[in-house]
């Protein structure tokens, strides 16, 4: 199973590159933003693990690079910074998970694994072509596809995921913790805020657009998936 480590660290890299080989992965260090992004590109890869600080081409732009172009390798963030906005950008720019240095290892195996099993799931589970719709939005929970009408909508594998914990409850309310039992690994400590950022993307991506608000707040109990038509006939 192939992995694309993009890390100008030789300490940091050396490290990730043992430690994954030795857990069967078939590694490929890049030590520079402009070949990572064009490694990644190729598409060849199950997941990226990406550092922000990055000779060339920072991290934040390879990332957002690979997502415009229509790539959807999920990539595990790594950086020296920290706080929640720096999260934030990371995840906007089309991120599914965030570590920050120094991390344990043990973690971001776990980290890994999920995003790798999750990419794993879908692509297995692609002949099935079930879909929910909401309204004019609809899902392909197999071909891990979106979209409003005929227009398809690019999203993370983190944004489709937690789209698709609203879609399967359509019409009821989904906790945050909820959200989060689902999406996120048993390894994931952070809370249950990043869910908010999560919702933002999304609804900047299938809502604003189509001057829609399908996706309701219900404070202090969670959020609501709904036909937005139908909610303001």
């Known amino acids: 199973m192939n992995v694309l480590v993009i890390e100008d660290d030789p300490q940091i890299g050396a490290a990730l590159r043992q430690g994954l080989e030795a ?5 490929e260090h890049i030590t520079d933003g402009l070949t990572g992004l064009q490694r990644g590109l190729t598409g060849e890869h199950r997941a990226i693990i990406l550092d922000i600080m990055l000779p060339g081409v920072h991290g934040y732009r390879v990332c957002a690079e690979l997502r415009r172009a229509g790539v959807t390798t999920p990539v595990l963030m790594l950086t020296a ?17 965030y ?7 043990v973690v971001l195996l776990a980290r890994l ?3 790798v099993r999750r990419s794993a799931t879908e692509d297995t589970s692609a002949a099935g072509g079930r879909q929910v719709r909401v309204g004019d939005l609809w899902l ?3 071909a891990y596809r979106c979209g409003r009408g005929d227009t398809e909508l690019a999203l993370t594998a983190r944004e489709f995921a937690v789209l698709a914990v609203l879609a399967r409850g359509r019409g009821r309310v989904v906790a945050k913790q909820d959200i989060v039992d689902e999406v996120w ?5 952070g809370g249950t805020a990043i869910i908010e950022v999560y919702i933002s993307n999304l609804r900047r991506k299938i809502d ?12 202090g109990a969670g959020y609501r998936l709904v036909d937005d038509v139908a909610a303001h006939a």
Do not use: C, N
């Not at 570590?99 to 290892?105: A, M």
């Open 23 to 27: 857990e069967g992965y078939a590694v």
């Open 81 to 97: 910074k920290d706080g929640e906005y720096d999260e934030a950008e990371g995840l906007d720019t089309g991120a599914d998970d």
């Open 99 to 105: 570590l920050t240095k120094p991390f344990s290892y």
């Open 113 to 115: 694994r999920a995003l």
């Open 140 to 142: 392909d929970l197999g």
């Open 185 to 189: 690994d048993h390894a994931y400590d």
């Open 208 to 219: 604003t657009p189509f001057r829609r608000r399908s996706i309701q707040t219900v404070h």
